[in-house]
């Protein structure tokens, strides 16, 4: 028996008809109360049907990666780093492979690449090398699905095994399982994906797409994510607050303490901002107005 297989199992309250139990990983500290994390009892179903292409494609976008992740730090998955450039590769079966094939071997750790809550976890695919079962899983094999917030998703497939359930709040770099060959897999490695979903993941249905998929190789890994939204609603705190062409750029015209003005968007401590004066209207996307945030007080 592995460290892994050792975790407890205790019972938990059930949510809604789900016949469901809580997982309590191993811990030198575990807390003693049952967590209602919700395994459908092992019931998940495996696939939806005996081909692929059961499920609407995952559309592929190969331009960018959501505005949103910019906001989140992520971290590598895998122990190796080694990500195939092969998103968007051809398929038979789909638009084109829909995320990202790290390497490594067999019982590597995998990692969440961000904070999250663990919204899908499948563990009923057998870990096999036959070629056998290809469609567990729905080709994903044993799968994890993270929600970051904001509608940003991943997925980790082909694992052998996993460490969480759904439910889990996990942060970014904590264990969710380790590296396998389950589902349509022709070797031990880590499927990765990145996505967007409007509608919720259902815990103990059938495996789920993402409506829009992109390239994990496009994260910026390692970096320190950008603030979140600028707030909105901004007073000039100083005596006076210069407006500019460009940040630090060519001063436009000076602005006076308690003027108001609306944010556009920011860039560093810079703000872009739109406001109207003496009959005028300064800012917006074709004429910028900048101003230095240290000058301005705002609310969201
Ligand atoms: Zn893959």
Redesign the pocket.
């Known amino acids: 028996m592995d460290r892994w297989t050792r975790s407890v199992l205790v019972a938990c309250s059930c949510v809604a008809s789900v016949s469901c139990i809580g997982i309590e990983p191993e811990s030198e500290d575990a807390d003693e109360t049952a967590v209602e994390w919700i395994t459908c009892g092992g019931r998940v179903p495996d696939r939806t049907a005996s081909t692929l292409s059961a499920l609407p494609f995952q559309t592929l976008d190969r331009a960018t990666v959501p505005a949103a992740a910019s906001s989140i730090a992520w971290t590598w998955p895998t122990t190796t780093n080694e990500m195939a450039n092969?998103f968007g590769a051809g398929r038979s079966y789909n638009e084109g492979?829909?995320?990202?094939?790290l390497g490594g071997r067999r019982g590597d750790v995998i990692r969440a690449a961000a904070a999250g809550r663990v919204v899908y976890a499948l563990s009923s695919c057998p870990d096999n090398d036959m070629r056998r079962d290809i469609t567990c899983g729905n080709g994903w094999g044993n799968h994890v699905v993270i929600d970051h917030g904001r509608g940003v998703f991943t997925r980790y497939?082909?694992l052998q095994w996993l460490t969480v359930a759904v439910d889990a709040t996990v942060t970014a770099g904590q264990t969710l399982g380790m590296l396998g060959h389950s589902g349509l897999s022709d070797g031990p490695?880590l499927?990765?994906e990145l996505g967007t979903r409007a509608r919720p993941f259902a815990a103990c249905a059938a495996p789920q797409n993402f409506d829009r998929v992109y390239n994990p190789a496009r994260l910026r890994y390692g970096a320190v994510p950008t603030t979140q939204a600028p707030p909105r609603w901004c007073r000039v705190s100083a005596d006076e607050a210069n407006v500019r062409a460009t940040p630090n750029g060519t001063i436009l015209r000076t602005l006076t303490h308690g003027a108001s003005v609306t944010v556009v968007r920011a860039q560093g401590t810079w703000y872009s901002v739109r406001f109207r004066i003496d009959g005028r209207d300064w800012g917006g996307d074709a004429s910028p107005a900048w101003i230095s945030a240290q000058m301005l007080s705002c609310t969201q």
Do not use: I, R, V
């Not at 492979?97 to 094939?101: C, I, L, T, V």
């Open positions: 092969n492979h829909e995320g990202a094939d497939a082909h490695h499927h990765f």
